[in-house]
């Protein structure tokens, strides 16, 4: 497993997009019934991981969501999380929707990271310059990542990964003064 980033190749990286079932949740789906027979679906969230993003924006760095599942409640974090790019159940798949979201926010293939879980991801993490995983992710999926955790998905892995870039990117210690002094952002409500 690779516990490190490269500092060049941290310091390249405009845009980090992260999957979401697997990364962002530990893969489970609560789907109950509710009202008129109406399907809900809900999802559990680590606020480490809310956390991370919040710090990877501080930094500069764009977030996006990638998903091949359209999902309310995913929706809803992203808007909580200021999170400006999202792409919920594309049918093209992930490589189109993450490349319309590089091509918006004016960043190439070859600024940008990717934390994936499953074979859904390795398509992107073929062309992203910073291919990572989540410590569950699938063999396949750990064999093309450049950084593999230790955390699995919905259990900070996201946390895990920001923080691996932000101190390559020589970035961290300044992060984690700005909160000795007082807090980076308000009104967050993360950890």
Known sequence: MTRSIDPGLARRVRLVSFDVDGVLTDGSLWVGVG???VETET?????????ATRLLQQSGVAVALVSGKASQAVAA?????????????DPTGKVQALGGILGEHGVSWGEAAHLGDDLADLAVM???????AVANAVPEI??????V???GGGNGAVREFAEALLRARGEWDDLVRGFQEGGRFAGTSES
């Open 35 to 37: 009202p008129g027979g």
């Open 43 to 51: 999802r559990r969230f680590h606020a480490l991981d809310g956390m």
């Open 77 to 89: 974090r992203a808007a909580e999380l200021d999170i400006d790019y999202v792409s919920l159940g």
């Open 126 to 132: 073929g062309r992203v310059a910073l291919p990572a």
């Open 142 to 147: 750990q064999r093309v990542a450049a950084w």
């Open 149 to 151: 955790g230790l955390v």
